[in-house]
Each structure stands twice: as structure tokens, then as C-alpha cells.
């Protein structure tokens, strides 16, 4: 059995070498994300897989998992060692090899595995590492699975069983690509740039593409896990403005961006223009909603004001929930509410039948744009987007904020614009409309402007969100205001990035 996990060991050391390093903060709200090397050993990744396998028994689940792992130098070493774990425990691991995230969700649907452990550290940098875990496909685990299995892990808890296997499913990306293009071929041929940041996307994207019947235009496909160009994250502006360059040189119809490990889709229009993942979402709203009348969606608190207040998508019946950020979250409430789709700010897009089986997958995302394409009428992306009624949004916007202080700044956020409200305070020179705290604070003025403040789920930092439906002027004015707030923190640090 292996020894209780420690929070902290130097390198280099015997110690090292000899027993599992877990930090406690690696554990967050629906996934688990460290530093490898530092923040977590592979004794470490082993005790973290005869974890899951016990928490697997615990649940009551048949003990078969599906597992794969991202591109990354290290991430097939972590895979093994999580597989021995899983093995240790009982299980009997259907391992796919590399693959895209969205790709071991598809194996669970595939070979009929009720459990899936995917390691990846998504878009994060260099260095870290992670598994994204699920008991109940289509879903993934939420803060319940997540504090149980991090109180089994550090607790050294571990059920050792007999019967543990492994298979190794061979060429299982074939299965998934015939999948996703049995179907038949866009009406029109799009010009599409595929980007996917050197990424694992770069191995799956173009084909999948192709085969639907766009041409593509390659940019950073060739995998390459240093990430010469920039992080696979089409939220990060380096990403969108190299899709911009692509598009324009080579008179594109739109790109697709994908994230490190598939699950996620950016767009930038045929004029070079980028458009944040909420505005497609009301634009594949408004078009599924024209299929499907009186249609259900869920949204996250970073996404547009547009899917409560568009015009065409009130006049086709459609309505919409606002819930929490994390693709964990929003999964699991589209599931429950039986919506016909689920759009996260971030690019994470959940579809039901008949368009997906619920889970996040960039892929499906980028055929659906291609198919609202198809659908209309010989309009362009950018005449889509200049359809919806105008708003000024800014990128998702991230100050360093360490683990051990995020969520306390945020309840603290939260109660000054409670107590705001309560006192009639002006928030940007207007009155509070609004307040939702179902995921920090989401903070609406008179004139429908808003800003968000929330801790991230996977990073050291906390996610800021501004947009206003009157001008430019005030969405910066949302942001001053909310950065005022947060600068009588001292524990907040710098932006990734600013409007």
C-alpha cells in the first residue's frame, strides 16, 4: 500500500523518490490541476489514481475506466502512473492512447465504460498537469466527487482490490473521426483556418474538417508541446490575432481555434474579427431555436446579456438560464434542465440530441457553426454577427490571485456589492438593477451594463467580465469600477490581459 501523501517534498531527495507528493490545493471544483514536479510526483499521480479507483466503488460503479492523455512531454509518464493506481484499485483501465479530451468522453459511449479519468492540463502552461474525471457519462465530477476523492487521496485511504486490468484500444481515433463525419457534406464549400496552437487538436481538426467538406487552411497544427507560438487558449488574444492574420491573408471564411486538449472552439469572423464564444452562442441559438421552437438553454455568468434580451431569440420561444462557470457545472445543468444546449464565455459548448450526447467537444462545436452556416442563406459570419443587437464585451480577463485567498477575496467582493445594493450606492455612476451570486457576483446597472468577478476553478487567479449594451465608454467604466473593488485587496495581483 502506498504511504499517506505529503504536501510538500524537495527534489532531489530520497524522500522524493520514495513517497507520493499531492499539494492540497491541486483539488479544485470539478478537476484536479498541479504543477508536475513541484506541486505533485508520479508516486503522487498513482496515489491520486487508487483514489479514483476507490472512490469508483464507492459510488457503486462498475470499476471500468477510460483513460488517455494529452500532448505533452510528460503526460503519457503521469498517464502510466495513473493507470497503475486505477489498476491497484481494481479497475480495469481502456486506455486510447493520445487523444483530445472530448475523444475519452466519446469512449465512454463507444465501449460502454460507465468512468473516465483524461490527463491534460488543457490550455494551462507548460509545467502543469491534470485529470478531468467522471462516474456518469456523460458528466464530470463536481465539487462533491472532487472534495471526496481529495479527502480519500490525502487521507492515504486507499481500497487495494484484485482483478485490476488493462486494454489498450489501438487506432481508436479512427472510430471517433468516422463519428463525427458519417454525415453528409456541407452544401458550401467553407474556407476555414483550423488553429490549434501546436496542440493535441492539431492531430484530429483538419481531418475532421475536411471530411465535412470545408477546405482548411493549416496554421500551428504540427504538435509540439513547448508551444512556440503561444498557448493553445482561444481566449488569449495572441491566438485570436494570429487567426485574424491567417484569415485575411488567405480570404477565409472564418477560423476555428482549438484549445490544448479539443474540448473548446474560437472563432474569427471572415473580416478578421474575433468573436467572443457567448456571441456565438446566441447566434447558434437563434438558428437552433429556429429548428427547434420553444428551445431550452443554459448559459454561464460570464455570457451575454443578448440571451435574455435578443429580440429573435424571445420571438422563437427560446429561454435561457444563467448558472455557474465550469464546464463540470454547466454539463451537469444541461443535462438536469434537458436543454437543448448548454454555451460557457470560455468556448466549452454542451449539446444534446440530436446535435451532441452532452459533453463539451470543440469539433462538434466548429460542425455546428459550419451547418448555421450552410443554413444561411449565403450570409457570411460577420453578417451573423452584425445581426445581433450590438454590445461592448471584453476578453475574460484573469488577475493573479493565489489558490489559498481567491474564494475569500470573492466573498468579500460579494458582500461589498451587497452592501452596496442594500445602501443604494452607485456602481459606474448608476444604481444596481441587479445582483447574481450564484457564481461570485455578476453585478448589473440600470443601463444593463455589468461586470463579474469570480475565482477561477483551475489557476491561481480570479476572472473578471465586463460588457455594456449603450457603448464602449461604459464597459471601461464597468471595468474601473469593478477593478477599484478589487484593488483594496492586496492578495490581487496583476491581469493576464486588459481592455
Not at 64 to 93: N, W
Not at 167 to 174: A, D, G, S, V, Y
Not at 276 to 300: E, N
Amino acid at each position: 500500500m502506498l504511504p499517506k501523501p505529503k504536501a510538500a517534498l524537495a527534489q532531489n531527495t530520497y524522500a522524493y523518490e520514495s513517497e507520493p507528493l499531492v499539494k492540497p490545493t491541486g483539488f479544485r471544483e470539478y478537476d484536479a490541476r498541479w504543477l508536475f514536479g513541484s506541486e505533485l510526483n508520479l508516486m503522487g499521480v498513482q496515489a491520486l489514481g487508487m483514489g479514483l479507483g476507490t472512490l469508483i466503488a464507492e459510488l457503486g460503479q462498475k470499476p471500468q475506466i477510460v483513460t488517455g492523455h494529452d500532448f505533452r512531454s510528460y503526460s503519457a509518464s503521469i498517464k502510466y502512473a495513473l493507470i497503475s493506481g486505477l489498476m491497484a484499485s481494481g479497475c480495469t483501465v481502456h486506455d486510447i492512447g493520445l487523444c483530445m479530451t472530448p475523444m475519452a468522453y466519446f469512449a465512454q459511449f463507444e465501449l460502454d465504460v460507465p468512468c473516465v479519468a483524461m490527463v491534460t492540463a488543457s490550455h494551462n502552461d507548460n509545467g502543469w498537469t491534470g485529470v478531468k474525471m467522471g462516474a456518469n457519462r456523460p458528466l464530470t465530477f463536481g465539487p462533491q466527487e472532487m472534495a471526496r476523492l481529495k479527502e480519500i487521496v490525502l487521507s492515504g485511504s486507499f481500497v487495494a482490490k484484485p482483478g485490476g486490468g488493462y486494454r489498450f484500444h489501438e487506432n481508436f481515433p479512427e472510430r471517433y473521426i468516422a463519428d463525427l463525419t458519417d454525415r453528409p457534406e456541407l452544401k458550401r464549400r467553407l474556407r476555414v483556418v483550423a488553429a490549434c496552437g501546436n496542440g493535441t487538436a492539431g492531430a484530429f481538426a483538419p481531418q475532421v474538417l475536411e471530411a465535412i467538406g470545408c477546405e482548411v487552411i493549416l496554421l500551428d497544427t504540427k504538435l509540439d508541446h513547448s508551444f512556440p507560438n503561444y498557448n493553445p487558449n482561444p481566449e488569449d488574444l495572441k491566438m485570436l490575432h494570429a487567426m485574424r492574420d491567417a484569415v485575411l491573408a488567405h480570404q477565409a471564411d472564418l477560423a476555428f481555434g482549438f484549445d490544448g486538449d479539443g474540448d473548446r472552439c474560437g472563432v474569427v469572423d471572415d473580416t478578421g474579427e474575433e468573436i467572443f464564444a457567448d456571441k456565438i452562442g446566441v447566434m447558434l441559438a437563434r438558428d437552433m431555436s429556429a429548428l427547434h421552437p420553444q428551445a431550452r438553454f443554459v448559459v454561464d455568468v460570464k455570457s451575454t446579456g443578448l440571451f435574455a434580451t435578443d429580440p429573435v431569440l424571445q420571438a422563437q420561444g427560446a429561454t435561457t438560464e444563467y448558472w455557474k462557470t465550469g464546464h463540470s457545472y454547466m454539463k451537469r445543468r444541461t443535462h438536469e434542465l434537458r436543454a437543448l444546449a448548454g454555451f460557457e464565455k470560455s468556448g466549452h459548448f454542451f449539446f444534446n440530441a440530436p446535435y451532441g450526447r452532452g459533453y463539451d467537444d470543440g469539433l462538434v462545436s466548429a460542425i455546428a457553426i459550419c451547418d448555421m452556416l450552410d443554413r444561411a442563406h449565403g450570409q457570411r459570419m460577420s453578417d451573423l454577427k452584425n445581426a445581433l443587437p450590438k454590445t461592448w464585451s471584453s476578453p475574460t480577463m484573469s488577475p493573479h490571485c493565489a489558490d489559498e485567498a481567491k474564494y475569500g477575496v470573492v466573498d468579500a467582493v460579494v458582500r461589498e456589492f451587497q452592501a452596496a445594493q442594500r445602501e443604494g450606492r452607485l456602481v459606474a455612476g448608476q444604481p444596481i438593477r441587479d445582483l447574481v451570486t450564484v457564481n461570485g457576483v455578476r453585478v448589473t446597472c440600470d443601463d444593463g451594463s455589468w461586470g463579474l468577478v469570480r475565482a477561477s476553478s483551475n489557476k491561481p487567479e480570479l476572472v473578471v467580465v465586463v460588457e455594456s449594451p449603450v457603448s464602449e465608454q461604459r464597459m471601461h467604466e464597468m471595468f474601473a469600477a469593478i477593478n477599484e473593488v478589487l484593488r483594496r485587496h492586496p492578495e490581487v495581483g496583476a491581469y493576464n490581459q486588459t481592455i
